[in-house]
Each structure stands twice: as C-alpha cells, then as structure tokens.
C-alpha cells in the first residue's frame, strides 16, 4: 500500500463524512465513553485521516472511533490530517478496517467479516490478503470460517481452532453432530484431532469408536510424498484457491474418493 503525506488542518466535525463503505468499522464499538472521557481530559493525541471530497468536504479513512467521541462530547471542530494525494478505494478501505483490527486483539469471527467485507469490496482476494498482512491461505481459512454455523464459531478458539471447525462444518452432517464432534475432539493434540477429521471424513455417520479406530490407523500409515509438475501443481493451487482449502486438503480428498471407488475392503 501506498504510504501518502499528510497535512494538518482543524475542520468543522459536520463536514467529516463517513463513507458508505464504512459498516466494518463498526466491528468493535466498546469503549467509546472512556474514548470520550480520556479525549476530554487530555485532548486528541491522534487525529483522524481523511481526504478531500468532490463537494469541498472530508472523507474519513481512519478514526471513526474518535470522530464518534468527539461528537460524544459536543465538539464543533476536529483536528484531521488530510491525505495530499487520494487514496484508492481498497486502500481506504483497508487502513480503515486494519486500524480496528489493530486496536486490539480481534476474535476469529470479528476478522472473518473484515476479510470478508474486504473481499467483496476490492474484489481481489489476493489484494485483501496483502493489505491485511496475511497470506492467502489464512485468508481463504477466514472467509470459510464466515460461512459456518454460529454454534461452531462459539467453539473457537476455546475448544477447536479455527480451522478445525471450518473443516468440520464441511464434514459432519448436521450442525448437532458438528458440534458434539467438536466437543469430543477438543481435548486431542493437534495431529490427533486432524487424524480424527480424516477418518470422520471417510464417512460421517460412523459411531465415534469407528472413527477413532480408523484415526489410530492413520497413525501408523506412511507419509507418501507426491511430485508435481509446475502445470500440475498450478492447477492444484487454483483448484484449492476455488474450494478454499488448503492443497494439502484437497489432495487428500481426491484420493480418498478414489481410493473408496477402487479398493475393495
């Protein structure tokens, strides 16, 4: 992202717009008194960015948050610091949501409909990750976790990972056994808890001693590496990228689903 020089300027708050855009930043709203009181108190320690609009007023990019305290306290005007070469849309956009995300520590649902905002809105994945700061495969992980049920997305991260309850929404055939799965699952070491979801998968409606007995099985299989030529491995990544899915997940479906149409137990 392209970094801009500023310029200082106190402007009345009526003429600060919040662009239609903006709804993500309403993500986390807490706080906003104190935001208040301590502005109050000590003044604004860090203005807000904004840039000129068309009709001679001021699109706000970061500091909605302080823009709203103000107004919380009565103030006429507001010191900005006004960009002195536009921002792209994506990149207002992303300043602004990286801003509330960086404030503190954002829940694994929080940052699902951030990334999932800003997606839509620059229309490029590949250009939402690299603003963000993350790669491609997190973010793909953050819009699949979006799309699960809300019971699983209150499991995470105190009794399943993130990606453990996306893969499991995929898995499990209803939301009930989801998230009984979840539960059983919660107490098992990283490797064991994919080990179960590979059983899991081979087919979902096994009692739970079944999947467990195949998992241990998967225990003493043999990693099997696989060579790829650069079309090949291409193609790979454009078909996961399309799934969301990790490659390595893909894989092992696609040959799980062979193996289950060509191999006689």
């Known amino acids: 992202m392209e970094l801009f020089s500023h310029k200082i300027k106190t402007v009345p708050i009526k003429d600060v717009e919040i662009w239609d855009e903006a709804e993500a930043r ?3 709203k807490e ?3 104190e935001l208040a009181e301590s502005i109050k108190r000590e003044g604004l320690q860090n203005p807000p960015i904004v840039q000129k609009s068309k009709n001679g007023k001021y699109r706000l990019i970061a500091g909605q948050r302080r823009l709203n ?4 306290i009565g103030a006429r005007n507001i010191p900005v610091l006004v960009v002195q070469h536009p921002y792209q849309l994506e990149d207002a956009q992303a300043v602004s949501i990286i801003e509330n995300l960086h404030r503190k520590q954002m829940s694994s649902k929080e ?3 951030a990334c999932n905002f800003l997606a839509k809105s620059t229309g490029s994945n590949k250009k ?19 799309g699960i049920p809300e019971q699983l997305k209150e499991l995470v ?3 399943i990972s993130r990606g453990d309850a ?8 209803n939301v009930t056994q989801a998230v009984e799965t979840a539960k059983t699952i919660s107490k ?5 808890r994919k080990r179960y979801l590979d059983a899991l998968s081979e087919d979902p409606t096994a009692p739970h001693s079944a999947v467990k007995r195949m998992a241990n099985y998967y225990k003493q299989k043999q990693k099997v590496r696989l060579r790829l030529s650069s079309p090949e491995a291409k193609a790979l990544a454009k078909a996961s990228t399309e799934k969301a899915m990790e490659p390595e997940e893909l894989v092992h479906e696609i040959v799980s689903k062979w193996l289950a149409r060509n191999t006689k137990k």
Request: charged residues 20%.
């Open 26 to 28: 309403s993500l986390d």
């Open 31 to 33: 706080g906003l008194r």
């Open 69 to 72: 305290a103000l107004k919380k």
């Open 111 to 113: 940052m699902a409909e």
């Open 128 to 146: 939402a990750a690299s603003a963000l700061g993350i790669s491609q495969s997190t973010f793909r992980s953050y819009l699949g976790f979006k």
């Open 157 to 159: 991260p105190k009794t």
């Open 166 to 173: 996306v893969r499991l929404s995929k898995i499990a055939p």
């Open 188 to 192: 098992y070491s990283h490797a064991a």
